[in-house]
């Protein structure tokens, strides 16, 4: 048995001797690597609509690191930098690793980044405005997949249809539903009106809600 501290590399020669004759001898080299640096590829990342991603992996202090795709169609840009750009389509997931070597011994951590998709531009599909008897109107989006609705940005729902709305300005939004972060909004403006109702003579206008336009 030899014993090599970790880290130190040694060449040990072999020699066959017999008497007076020349000797014969080859040599080996040993080598005991040290444990690299253990890896951490840092936390997931999730943006939205933005195809690059910038990593935040560490750096060895023993040893090379190394980027490679476990999963998915990302494109690494650099793949010895720990923050090395990383691209991936819109809709799309992907898992990295990151792999500090150090000769035979090697420490890896995965990481997973994801761009979700930007829901599109949300729309009217159809007003239901109130009138002297209903006091609400309707307004109902255009569906979407995979988002929730809302029509002031606090209040969200999985339904495309808002009853029971108040007479006012409101705008349209739409997020995805697995980044709420990703949000859209219209530029228009949804207006459900005060209405003057029918007079009457004893007691005059009736207020109500009704007539509404879409600007």
């Not at 500090?100 to 599909?125: L, M």
Request: with cysteine; proline share 3%; glycine share 6%.
């Amino acid at each position: 048995a030899v014993s090599l501290t970790a880290g130190q590399t040694a060449t040990l020669r072999w020699t066959i001797s017999n008497g007076s004759c020349a000797s014969s001898s080859d040599e080996v080299v040993i080598t005991n690597y040290g444990l690299p640096t253990t890896a951490n590829a840092g936390s997931d990342i999730s943006q939205c609509n933005t195809s690059s991603f910038t990593m935040a992996a560490n750096v060895p202090s023993v040893g090379t690191g190394s980027w490679s795709v476990v999963s998915g169609s990302a494109t690494i840009a650099t793949a010895n930098s720990p923050t090395t750009a990383v691209s991936l389509t819109a809709g799309q997931t992907a898992t990295l690793r990151w792999t500090i070597s150090n000769g035979t011994c090697s420490s890896a951590d995965d990481v997973v980044i994801t761009n979700y998709i930007q829901p599109t531009t949300p729309t009217i599909k159809s007003i239901v405005q109130s009138t002297c008897t209903v006091l609400t109107g309707t307004i109902v989006f255009v569906e979407q997949n995979n988002v929730e609705y809302s029509i002031n940005n606090t209040d969200w729902q999985s339904s495309n249809t808002f009853n029971n709305v108040q007479p006012g300005n409101y705008t349209l939004y739409v997020r995805n539903k697995s980044n709420v972060s990703c949000i859209t909004n219209s530029t228009d403006i949804i207006k459900i009106n005060n209405a003057i109702c029918a007079v009457d003579d004893n007691f005059g206008p009736i207020n109500g809600n009704a007539g509404g336009t879409t600007q």
